[in-house]
């Protein structure tokens, strides 16, 4: 979809936890490409900021309207391929620019001190 001369990005984080021995990040790769999305992966030289450093993360996209039906079905478009590999997809919407540039760093971002 166009939108003022740009594409939009639609989709968000995928999760593999270690605490589930059965995950295949690597087949849910596959899988996600095949189906036509796009797919990233979280760089080694960030998993030494990772809590739990046997976790793994991908980034899934896909160019189309940033309306409620349309990221609805996304999210369980990509939900239903990630299920057999043990992985959650979770805040589907709108990817901003500065994520494709900069993917995975908003994962490791310190939290904000909050306002009291």
């Not at 270690?18 to 790769?29: I, K, R, T």
């Not at 057999?84 to 490791?108: A, K, Q, S, T």
Request: with cysteine.
């Amino acid at each position: 979809m166009q939108n003022g001369g740009r594409a939009k990005r639609i989709g968000g984080y995928a999760a593999f936890a270690c605490e589930d021995d059965d995950y295949d990040s690597d087949g849910a790769e596959i899988a996600l490409r095949r189906a036509g999305f796009h797919v990233m992966r979280i760089p080694e030289w960030l998993r030494s900021r990772m809590k739990i450093p046997k976790d793994d993360f991908l980034l899934v996209t896909t160019d189309g309207p940033d309306d409620d039906k349309f990221v609805d079905a996304v999210w369980d478009e990509i939900q239903a391929i990630l299920d057999p590999y043990g992985g959650d997809f979770y805040e589907c919407g709108l990817v901003e620019p500065i994520e494709l540039d900069r993917p995975f760093e908003e994962l490791f971002k310190p939290p904000r001190p909050r306002a009291h």
